[in-house]
């Protein structure tokens, strides 16, 4: 099993729409997740960290269930401006490397 | 403010070539890593350093050598290079040890070995 997995995709969905993502992880140790956003051939960017608690950033929410070892993003009112591939990343602990999924894409029409 | 800086952007090799490709960051970062990226295989860890003096392999490390020159600087070797090594290559750096910590990438090299 890969450490970290997310459904490739792509999404295509039409404005406005709210879309959700899930990525799991292996290593039950795993401290730190994150959710990255990536623009063709760009460099990956932080979208937004995740808690424990679950977090909210305008249209975006992460959530981590540690029990069942996954993440999620929810993306409200989906943007043109929101394609683009999301990548899932986890940490497993102090000091260790970051750890990439390969990525979700997302397409958004008018 | 550099951030992350990554050069050449692009190269092209002949098979067996060897190259470096440099980063630097200006962040005051105790972590950096190398990545490469390929079409539907996401970014994959080549190496990483957690803190100066320290390197550790990735998941593909085979094909490369790593040095952390300072705290600033971590460079990628392609000792003699193969057409399996075309790739984006990324260089990233992070403050270690917090959880939850934002990793910056640089423009990422694209290498191509013909």
């Known amino acids: 099993r890969k450490e970290v997995e997310q459904d490739p995709g792509p999404f295509n969905v039409p404005e406005g729409a709210t879309v959700a993502f899930n990525c799991t992880y292996s290593?039950?140790?795993?401290?730190?997740f994150f959710w990255y956003r990536q623009d063709c051939r760009k460099e990956p960017k932080l979208l937004m960290s995740v808690y424990s608690s679950g977090n909210e950033d305008g249209r975006f929410t992460a959530q981590l269930n540690r029990a069942s070892q996954y993440i999620s993003l929810l993306i409200r009112d989906s943007k043109l401006s929101d394609s683009a591939t999301y990548l899932c990343?986890?940490?497993?602990?102090?000091?260790?490397?970051?750890?990439f999924g390969k990525g979700t894409t997302l397409s958004v029409s008018s | 403010n550099a951030g992350v800086t990554q050069t050449p952007k692009f190269q092209v090799l002949k098979t067996g070539q060897s190259m470096t490709l440099q980063c630097a960051q200006d962040?005051?970062?105790?972590?950096m890593y190398w990545y490469r990226q390929d079409p539907g295989m996401g970014l994959r860890l080549i190496y990483y350093?957690?803190?100066?003096?320290?390197?550790d392999k990735g998941e593909v490390p085979n094909g490369y050598n790593v040095s952390r020159l300072n705290k600033r600087e971590f460079s990628l070797r392609l000792e003699s290079a193969a057409p399996s090594q075309t790739s984006v290559y990324f260089c990233?750096?992070?403050?270690?040890?917090?959880?939850?910590?934002?990793?910056?990438f640089g423009q990422g090299t694209r290498l191509t070995v013909v």
């Open positions: 350093s957690a803190s100066e003096g320290t390197t």
């Open positions: 290593n039950s140790a795993s401290q730190s």
């Open positions: 962040m005051n970062h105790n972590s």
């Open positions: 990233a750096s992070s403050a270690q040890g917090a959880g939850n910590t934002e990793a910056f």
């Open positions: 990343v986890v940490i497993g602990q102090a000091g260790t490397a970051l750890i």
